[in-house]
């Protein structure tokens, strides 16, 4: 009896074994093979000219789902029940659900930046607290890169919930650059010079034209503003031109000129 007893437990042990190290390799092989579907939906042809924030938003989705799909599928192999394993997802859900409002909450927002498409891949955009180029929208969260190169992730919930300032969708932006010249230089010769220095850029557009305004003036200095329009390619490089073609033009008429830094989108 004891010698069967011995006999029976080993075969168990064998058997369950046995399935343990294939149910091991099935896993180690299906991630390989999620990884490199994932990868090559990344990189395939058919997907190449598709929107970059879909794309990435699918490719995150595909990689979750697989993946549960592959951990059923071995416990399934191992004799797990299928009845009974849906019961206890069914259940685990529930509880995992209440205790990851916020993840439930991101992949919400990730589905409504898809849909509403605030912004989208290669976007600069500032959300309040946060400011870059939109480098990938997941599942999850959605990742910028800052002008300095800082990979900064975002929650998707906190984007579809703050007011985001999207920099690259319009076609121009205008641009308000602030001066201070001498109290007692002429305020005509000066918004001339202004206008001169904007005219000599190709960078700053003709319509709307540029405009010269005075804002305030005491008995130390005088505030001049220059507000012009440009490409939104040439934001960035119109800003440093206007500031030395205007400190050019002021010396050429006499008056002295403090750039005050101050640009407005």
Not at 2 to 21: P, Q, R
Not at 53 to 82: D, E, R, W
Not at 142 to 153: A, H, K
Not at 174 to 193: C, G, H, Q, W
Request: net charge positive; charged share 20%.
């Amino acid at each position: 009896m004891l010698e069967k007893i011995i006999e029976s437990v080993t075969s168990f042990a064998l058997s369950a074994g046995v399935k343990i190290l294939i149910s091991v390799a099935i896993l180690v092989v299906g991630f390989k093979l999620i990884k490199f579907l994932t990868r090559k939906i990344k990189t395939a042809q058919s997907t190449k000219h598709s929107d970059p924030s879909v794309k990435s938003f699918l490719v995150s989705f595909v990689n979750i789902a697989l993946k549960i799909v592959l951990i059923v599928t071995v416990a399934a192999y191992l004799g797990v029940p299928m009845a009974s394993m849906i019961t206890v997802l069914g259940s685990a859900g529930v509880a995992v659900g209440l205790a990851l409002q916020g993840g439930l909450s991101n992949i919400a927002g990730g589905i409504m930046i898809l849909a509403f498409r605030p912004f989208s891949v290669g976007d600069y955009i500032d959300c309040g607290t946060s400011s870059g180029t939109v480098h990938a929208i997941g599942i999850f969260h959605t990742t910028l890169i800052t002008s300095d190169g800082v990979r900064i992730t975002i929650p998707n919930s906190v984007l579809t919930s703050s007011t985001v300032a999207n920099y690259s969708i319009e076609k121009v932006r205008r641009l308000d650059l602030e001066f201070r010249a001498a109290y007692n230089a002429n305020p005509d010769i000066v918004k001339s010079a202004l206008l001169n220095a904007a005219g000599s850029s190709d960078m700053v557009l003709r319509d709307p034209a540029p405009k010269a305004d005075m804002l305030e003036s005491n008995a130390v200095f005088t505030k001049y503003r220059l507000r012009i329009w440009c490409n939104r390619d040439d934001y960035y490089d119109v800003q440093p031109y206007l500031r030395e073609a205007v400190k050019v033009r002021l010396d050429e008429v006499g008056a002295s000129v403090q750039y005050l830094g101050k640009e407005k989108a």
